[in-house]
């Protein structure tokens, strides 16, 4: 066990209260920021930090101070023609990013402002159908995680990995 090592020591005069409007500000004030260089290396994170930022306004019931135009032509902005949205604009589309952006765009019941019939293509649906397999779905066929394949189709043409023991 031990003894655990304090390495901050909370004066008796600091605040013992959650500061919600100085959190408020402070999220509210980072996005307009666009020429600090923390803003400017967080580039390759941008979808997935709005999505965090909206996420807590809206827990402290702040989300109407964000730019819901703004953000929602950035969306716009980085869906890409294979229906896959990338974190920043000029960046390529990923799972994750487009998955921010639809989180977003959910929050601010906007979703019909990017093609959605495009989001839900087949590359992405296939990892969706792989995960609820490796999750144990019953209605889903097993599938191989290293291939993301069927694992009755990997038998069938007699591909099967070699995996380390």
Request: net charge negative.
């Amino acid at each position: 066990q031990g003894t655990q090592v304090k390495d901050v020591i909370i004066k008796p005069d600091a605040p013992n209260t959650l500061l919600l409007d100085k959190h408020a500000d402070y999220i509210a004030v980072y996005g307009s920021k666009k020429d600090d260089y923390e803003y400017t290396l967080s580039e390759y994170l941008r979808m997935s930090g709005i999505y965090w930022g909206l996420t807590v306004m809206d827990l402290m019931g702040q989300l109407s101070r964000m730019n819901r135009e703004e953000i929602i032509e950035f969306i716009k902005s980085c869906q890409h023609d294979c229906g896959g949205i990338s974190a920043s604009i000029a960046h390529d589309p990923h799972l994750l990013y487009t998955l921010s952006a639809v989180q977003i765009l959910s929050l601010y019941d906007s979703i019909n402002v990017i093609d959605v019939d495009k989001v839900v293509d087949p590359f992405h649906t296939l990892f969706g159908v792989a995960g609820l397999s490796l999750l144990g779905d019953e209605q889903i066929k097993p599938v191989n995680p290293v291939f993301c394949m069927p694992e009755d189709v990997l038998q069938r043409i007699g591909l099967q990995p070699d995996l380390l023991s």
